[in-house]
Structure formats: structure tokens, C-alpha cells
């Protein structure tokens, strides 16, 4: 009798994706890996939430101008032409050697000058532009030309202004100043509550704003000219204002370790 052959044996592969794989490993005996496979990776731990003070800061800073400028012009009229030059450069000459006198760079004087003929005579004026930064030199000295000039020589009144930098910088001590105010807030907060404060997380500016000073509403009706210098300076004076929005990290208070 011929014997009879076994059945012919059949092997089915899986292909079990990665993600899979962890649970296909729990089912092999004694822990054991199959080959090409993975052990689970352990449940990572979620993270501790973070906690946060949110807090608004504002601040509000003023700076008065930092420039003044006078202008002088000094005319003569004149029949003959060299007359008239004369008259105009003797007393450029004087201001010049009194400003000089009083110590003021000459990068910070401007003159110009202008020659023309009216009708039968000739007209030479000029005019000196000063620049000042301090402003008590710049009334005594324009008290000084007024005093021994004539008539003929004329002082406009001081024009107060700021230079770009000074605004920008005016503009970044508002901010600077909000955060801080932000911050001491929160701080107290926190001390409050028995917590601490840590590093901030945000830092937002939400508002920013600038305006010119203004003299009271019974001065602002008067022309300019007639105000004092005081006046004057206080109303080019500007003011910034900034708001900011901070998120800071609230840290529980470190406990104090016992000395054995």
C-alpha cells in the first residue's frame, strides 16, 4: 500500500504598522519579541499645566523741548551800495564776536544775507539763525543784543522744538516704564496669594499714543508772541502714554530646608 503524504503546511505573514506593533508584542509568550518588532514605548506623563498673571501696565511720561531757535535780522537802506553793506556787516560782526564771547559753537550759527535794489536806494539784510540747547544762555544773550543794538536789529521770540531722537526716546521710556508697572502689580499680586512671580511669557503692547502740551484755555487765545518763555516751553512740551498687556509664570513659593 503506498502511505499516504502529509498536508502540504501553509505560513501566513502580518505586517502590523508601528503603532500596532506594541500590542502584537504583548501576545508573544514570556515577554518576548518577535523579530523585526519593538517593545511599547511607556505612556508618556502629560505635563503639569502652567500657571499664569495676566496683567495690564500703563505709564505715562513727558519731556520738554530740547532745541530753541532765535533768528536776528539786521537791515540798512542806503542810497550808495557800500554804505549799505557796511551798516549790515559792522553788527554781524558784533554778534558774531558776542556770541563767541558767550561760548556758543559756530556749527550752531547760520547767516544769511540778501542785497537788493528799492527804487533809488539799495537794501542789504541779513539774517542769523542760533541754535540753542541751553536756554538760559539763550535769554541773556538776547537780552545782551537787545540792550546794545538799535532799533534796526530785530530778535524774533524763541521757537521750542524736539529733535527726532529725543521723541523716539520718549516714546521707548513709556513702554519701558508700562512693563514695569506691570510687573511690580503682578508681583504684589502674587506675594498676596503667597506665590511667586517668574519669567514673563508675553509681553504685548496694546496701545501707544503722544501729544503736544497745551497752555490754559485763556493763554491759547492769545497770540503767540505774547507768552512767556515759560509758556512757551511748556507748551511744546510732549507727552507719550503706553498700555501693555503681560502674561507672567506664577511659581509656588520655595519651601526652606531644615538644618539637621
Known sequence: MSQQQPPASRVFVELVPWADRGRENSL???GEAGPGLRRPLPSAQPL????????????????????????????STKEVAAEAKKSVCRRLDYISQSLQQQGLQAENVTVTKDFRRVENAYHMEAEVCITFTEFGKMQNICNFLVEKLDSSVVISPPQFYHTPGSVETLRRKACLLAVENAWRKAQEVCTLVGQSIGKPLLIKEEETKEWEGQVDDHQSSSLSSSLTVQQKIKSATIHAASKVFVTFEVKGKEKKKKHL
Open 48 to 75: 503639569p499645566a502652567t500657571r499664569e498673571a495676566h496683567v495690564h501696565g500703563a505709564a505715562e511720561v513727558s519731556a520738554g523741548p530740547d532745541r530753541a531757535q532765535v533768528a536776528i535780522r539786521v537791515s
Open 28 to 30: 508573544l509568550p514570556c
